[in-house]
């Protein structure tokens, strides 16, 4: 069975930097790219970033130059980083699995990000 | 980045009724377009895959179609279960994107 579990999520102030995690497992991770999507409060889903298998990152406009993706194939692992954050950050960060890098046929339960002072 | 538009924003229907809800792409993506369904508190669930591909174990009741820039997911004879919001999402150039997802309420 496919699982993956976020965390890393909290409060953090403006400006401030936070680092997510999400942990795979039940399948061959090496072999999927991977994506986190995020939701606002009461606001629709965003793509914010995936990776493929091989570690090359792709980045939405709004977090571009802030945030960072990666990924441990030994750990089944794919991790976020986040600096410079603002308000407009604040959401649910879901890990989602992309099959054959499209549809996202797996998704974990999310972690909270709230940047406030 | 391509922009997908959704409607309508809302939609409240009565169960058993039909529900038609379109996505436009500002240019084309093919059959890179797949849609998922999200009730409250709860993660997306894929629902439909390129654009017209079901999915297992999801109701024969949903069904895609489209190609290019337009694209419908149909409902057809809604249920009550069926509330939720649902979101399209492009796959075939990055950065992806979502629509910005259609509330369905049931009357």
């Known amino acids: 069975e496919v699982q993956l579990l976020e965390s890393g999520g909290g409060l953090v102030q403006p400006g401030g930097s936070l680092r997510l995690s999400c942990a795979a497992s039940g399948f061959s991770f090496g072999s999927y790219a991977m994506t986190w999507v995020r939701q606002a409060p009461g606001k629709g889903l965003e793509w914010v970033s995936g990776?493929?298998?091989?570690?090359?990152?792709h980045y939405a406009d709004s977090v571009k130059g802030r945030f960072t993706i990666s990924r441990d194939n030994s750990k089944n692992t794919v991790n976020l980083q986040m600096n410079s954050l603002t308000a407009e950050d604040t959401a649910i960060y879901y890990c989602?699995?992309?099959?054959?890098?499209?549809?996202?046929?797996?998704w974990g339960q999310g972690t909270l990000v709230t940047v406030s002072s | 980045e391509i922009v997908l538009t959704q409607s309508p924003d809302f939609q409240s229907v009565t169960p058993k009724e039909n529900v038609t809800i379109t996505c436009r792409a500002s240019q084309s993506i093919g059959a890179n377009l797949h849609w998922y369904q999200q009730k409250p508190d709860q993660s997306p669930k894929l629902l439909i895959k390129y654009a017209s591909q079901s999915i297992s174990g999801v109701p024969s009741r949903f069904s895609g179609s489209g190609s290019g820039t337009d694209f419908t997911l149909t409902i057809i004879s809604l249920e009550s279960e069926d509330a939720a919001a649902y979101y399209c999402?492009?796959?075939?150039?990055?950065?992806?994107?979502f629509g910005q997802g259609t509330k369905v309420e049931i009357k």
């Open positions: 999402h492009q796959s075939g150039t990055f950065p992806q994107t």
């Open positions: 990776i493929t298998g091989f570690g090359s990152g």
């Open positions: 989602a699995r992309p099959y054959a890098n499209s549809y996202l046929d797996h």
